[in-house]
């Protein structure tokens, strides 16, 4: 009976399957998508950055095997026998050869349901949210204050400062370099060896002129020659020593600010400012996950625009007419005292039903072409309408014409389009 | 293995001063380790042979881990093991699961997985029921002797996926998952029922695998000649006649390796490595009741004897009572949780029966069992556990009381009858037939298709045909057609699947599917 050894293996990683489930959620990564984009329709505002539950038909994800089908001719044990008696005949069910099969135990994978459901975390649920989807022009940043560097790992190098050499890799070297250079008299130390061997057993001639013993003494002294040469080969030398070589690479601009402006005067109802919030929650998380700072400003306007806080910009409700362009020159006033472009990444979305006086629509695109289309990295604008466009609509489209890579607008209806909307204007262009 | 053991003296309960080693049901290490050593006092009263064991306590989450990798515990990657771990922690999250108490690992040394969350009488049971019950069987079967090196395996399967990642880096994960997948699909087909194929190991595969390399080159070449070499057309024609292989073979991934024209030399050793894992699997496959019962019968001999010694008090004999009468329980057939026989259970029955016969035979036993009854049971179910698998277990031991006692009766299904007809139930006339099909119920070639590679057209298409030979007209189930699209994939070339009943084809497959013939 041997002996027992008792481990502590709770600390040891957890996340073994970690690389398998991946590879499941990578080969299905379409049904997920598709649940995942289901799943955006049916959220409540507030719970869009969670987990969820994914189904995938059974059918799909199956790996097949030679098994028994139905039919032909089955005996079967099974316990528990009540009133049988040898000989009984029990009728078929209708209309099905039913009857299962009896052996085997059910399988763990719930073979013979018909869906295969599982969750997946918040982060996962972002990525496939997000998948395929890129900030456009995020390549304009200019690349300048120090802290946007960072230090990368790059392969080995034969210079360097002693806290970076890689001792195993420099030992490494030397073992090599000593091989190489001391094969050939090992070599030969190995013949000698052997022929003094071949020497020493042999029987020694009596005759002194013809005796070993002076080939021996030679062979001695050659093997005691190289072997103090290979000796003297360096432990380890200069140029065996590898130092770990760091090369610095600049990084984007990380931080980027997020500019929210709503219409909220009279013609925008609840259900409008809904559809709007969830635009705005999916832009916010989709830009969280490309920077690690995100400033989000909420301007709301009516005739006149106000900087607010998130719920007073979602849940307050103004009436009156509406003058867009108030909105525009406040974002300009905020851009320019606090969110300087050399340092900020800047993004706009705009959500309105459309409606404006229509004396100020050409003035919003004066502002928009001139003022602040040069200072952000994307403008996005969405009409929450099912009517017709009214003049400011226009007004935009001929920004777009000017501005194709910075500027995009659509047309929402009802809260199904709000995701596929968002997928249109954020999808990745070819380069 | 006929060595007598020596009997242990029991002692009543009522001799000995109880002196437990626990109350609480919390477990410590150090307590781990004094049960450990207990026990083993006790099954070496009962000469237990067993290799040497490595517990590892571990979380529910690692047990998760380890449960979606079909107990290796170390494997390579690939989804499904993936998809498994989903559908086991949703099940445990939603609790509508348990986890398994325990896995227990054929290798030397044996290893074997606690759970953390387990209570202390937990811990005592699986320790019993792994560490000494399924360690003595993986040591002393001879189907684990014969087909798994237990020594071997932790090796091998470290080697396995440095291979798998190595091949990953080189030619993709999607070109290396292809082939996976394809092999997992004819893994029950890669092993020869009756060859003894030599034991795995790591070393000897990393020696081997330039050798196979060039060797394997050389005989495919052979065998896909193309230049037709002149002579006679009548000895051509003769070899047209010939099938290749000239013997069915069973062992279809064996074959693919060895032949498929196409394959590249790294996508051979992927074959290979499943071929070798659904080896390690094979004894498994054969003696889960054997197995597992033996395991059950041990926790609940080793178990009292604890309690006979005084190591244990009442309250943990409920408790370790309590999960041994869950898992050992088996739902009548027109059960909601009916899911076939609870093999736990007919193996537990079997060896406690099998103790019984030696203790108490009865007039029937002797009848039965002349050599059994009133034997010496320790070295009848030893014996019993050494020289047999699931099959000729049952056809060898299981008697007419625990037929009676767990009331197994037979059901027939003939697709051509209107009825199902009761064959034959826990009776006298019963008794023999009803063995019979249990034991059937347990044989492997009756529970897969059997199928087998037939020929191969070598001077033509070089298509593969594969052949199934129905037992009692049972069909080959739906997913047929999707399996042969992997050997397809494997194969390279036309393959061919035909069910031949009594030299009729009942049935055929084909990938890529056949336009229909004209008339």
Redesign the interface.
């Known amino acids: 009976m041997g002996m027992t050894h008792i481990v502590d293996r709770r600390l040891n990683g957890k996340n073994k399957s970690a690389v398998n489930r991946e590879r499941f959620l990578r080969r299905y990564r379409h049904h997920i998508k598709k649940a995942v984009a289901d799943a955006v329709q049916k959220r409540s505002i507030t719970d869009i950055e969670r987990g969820e539950s994914v189904s995938i038909p059974s059918r799909d994800i199956q790996e097949p095997i030679f098994h028994h089908g139905q039919g032909g001719k089955r005996e079967v044990v099974h316990p528990g026998n009540q009133e049988f008696v040898a000989g009984d005949e029990i009728p078929k069910p209708e209309g099905g050869g039913g009857g299962g099969s009896g052996s085997g135990q059910a399988s763990p994978d719930g073979e013979g349901m018909d869906e295969f459901a599982f969750q997946i975390t918040q982060d996962e649920f972002l990525d496939f949210l997000f998948d395929d989807l890129e900030l456009p022009n995020l390549a304009r940043k200019k690349l300048k204050d120090t802290e946007a560097f960072t230090y990368h790992r790059s392969g080995f190098t034969t210079h360097g400062i002693p806290a970076k050499l890689d001792v195993v890799r420099s030992l490494r070297g030397a073992h090599a370099r000593r091989l190489g250079l001391s094969g050939a008299r090992r070599r030969k130390i190995r013949e000698l060896e052997a022929q003094l061997a071949a020497l020493k057993e042999a029987p020694d001639d009596l005759d002194p002129a013809f005796s070993h013993a002076d080939q021996i003494e030679t062979l001695e002294a050659e093997i005691a020659r190289l072997k103090a040469n290979v000796r003297r080969i360096p432990f380890i030398d200069e140029i065996d020593l590898r130092y770990r070589q760091h090369v610095k690479k600049p990084r984007p601009a990380t931080s980027a600010v997020m500019f929210c402006l709503m219409d909220v005067s009279g013609s925008m109802t609840q259900t409008h400012k809904d559809i709007a919030k969830r635009f705005f929650i999916l832009l916010y998380l989709f830009l969280k996950k490309n920077y690690k700072k995100i400033d989000v400003v909420f301007i709301r306007h009516h005739t006149s625009a106000k900087e607010v806080d998130e719920e007073e910009f979602f849940y307050s409700r103004e009436t009156g007419g509406t003058i867009v362009s108030s909105a525009l020159k406040l974002m300009h006033k905020i851009i320019e005292s606090r969110y300087s472009p050399d340092e900020w990444n800047i993004y706009a979305a705009q959500a309105s039903d459309g409606d404006n006086w229509n004396d100020d629509s050409p003035i919003c695109g004066k502002i928009l072409a001139e003022r602040i289309i040069p200072l952000v990295q994307y403008y996005s604008y969405v009409e929450i309408t099912p009517q017709d466009h009214q003049m400011l609509w226009y007004e935009y489209e001929k920004i777009m014409e000017r501005f194709p890579q910075s500027f995009a607008m659509q047309q929402i209806a009802d809260p199904g389009e709000i995701y596929p909307v968002f997928r249109q204007l954020f999808e990745r262009k070819a380069a | 293995m006929t060595d007598t053991i020596e009997h242990p003296k029991l002692p009543n309960r009522e001799q000995v001063r109880p002196d437990p080693i626990s109350k609480g049901s919390e477990w410590t290490?150090d307590l781990?380790?004094t049960y450990?050593?207990e026990i083993?006092k006790c099954?070496?009263e009962f000469g237990?042979?067993?290799?040497?064991?490595?517990?590892?306590?571990?979380?529910a989450?690692?047990m998760?881990?380890?449960y979606?990798?079909v107990g290796m515990p170390v494997g390579y990657?690939?989804?499904?093991?993936?998809?498994?771990?989903?559908?086991?922690?949703?099940g445990y999250?939603r609790g509508q699961m348990g986890l398994a108490y325990e896995i227990v690992i054929n290798s030397d040394?044996c290893i074997a997985?606690l759970m953390?969350e387990n209570t202390l009488p937990m811990q005592a049971l699986v320790i019993a029921h792994a560490?000494y019950g399924h360690n003595s069987f993986f040591k002393g079967n001879y189907l684990f002797r014969t087909w798994t090196d237990a020594s071997a395996i932790i090796d091998y399967l470290v080697f396995a996926r440095n291979y798998v990642a190595e091949c990953e880096e080189r030619y993709g994960?999607e070109a290396v998952?292809e082939v996976l997948?394809s092999c997992?699909?004819?893994?029950?087909?890669g092993v020869d029922r009756y060859k003894r194929p030599p034991p795995i190991s790591a070393a000897e595969e990393r020696r081997r695998q330039k050798e196979r390399e060039e060797y394997l080159q050389r005989q495919l070449n052979d065998l896909w000649r193309t230049i037709p070499k002149m002579g006679d057309d009548d000895n051509e024609r003769e070899r047209r006649r010939q099938r290749y292989p000239s013997e069915p073979q069973e062992n279809i991934l064996y074959f693919i390796e060895k032949n498929a024209p196409l394959l590249e030399t790294w996508q051979r050793e992927i074959i290979r490595i499943v071929r070798k894992l659904g080896q390690y699997f094979y004894p498994q496959r054969q003696t889960q009741v054997m197995n597992e019962g033996w395991a059950s019968f041990w926790h609940y001999t080793l178990l009292h004897r604890m309690y006979e010694k005084g190591h244990v008090t009442d309250g943990f004999m409920l408790e370790f009572l309590q999960s041994h009468t869950a898992v050992t329980y088996?739902?009548?057939?027109?059960?909601p949780w009916?899911?076939?026989?609870n093999?736990y259970t007919l193996g537990f029955n079997i060896y406690s029966d099998l103790r019984r016969m030696c203790e108490n035979p009865t007039d029937e036993d002797r009848e039965w069992f002349p050599d059994i009854a009133g034997g010496d049971w320790l070295e009848t179910v030893h014996f019993a556990m050494r020289n047999f698998k699931d099959e000729s277990f049952i056809q060898q031991f299981l008697s007419p009381k625990v037929m009676r006692d767990?009331?197994?009766?037979?059901?027939?299904?003939?697709?051509?009858e209107?009825?199902?007809?009761?064959?034959?139930?826990?009776?006298d006339?019963?008794y023999r037939p009803?063995r019979e099909?249990?034991a059937r119920?347990y044989n492997l070639s009756y529970?897969?298709?059997n199928?087998q590679v037939w020929n191969v057209d070598v001077r033509g298409d070089r298509s593969l045909t594969l052949r199934?030979i129905?037992?009692?007209?049972?069909?080959?189930?739906?997913?047929?057609s999707?399996?042969l699209k992997?050997v397809h994939r494997l194969w390279g070339f036309d393959v061919h699947l035909e069910s031949v009943d009594e030299g009729t084809v009942v049935a055929e497959y084909h990938c890529p599917p056949q336009e229909l013939d004209d008339e």
């Open positions: 290490f781990i380790q450990d050593d083993a099954a070496e237990l042979d067993t290799y040497p064991n490595q517990i590892e306590v571990i979380s989450e690692q998760m881990d380890a979606s990798s990657h690939h989804w499904s093991f993936g998809k498994q771990f989903l559908s086991t922690s949703k999250q040394p997985y953390e560490c994960v998952e997948d997992h699909a004819l893994m029950n087909h088996q739902p009548p057939f027109n059960s009916y899911s076939g026989i093999p767990m009331k197994f009766f037979s059901i027939e299904n003939d697709d051509q209107d009825v199902y007809r009761v064959t034959a139930i826990h009776d006339p019963g009803l099909k249990l119920q529970r897969e298709p199928i199934h129905p037992v009692d007209r049972v069909p080959l189930g739906d997913d047929a999707e399996v992997h």
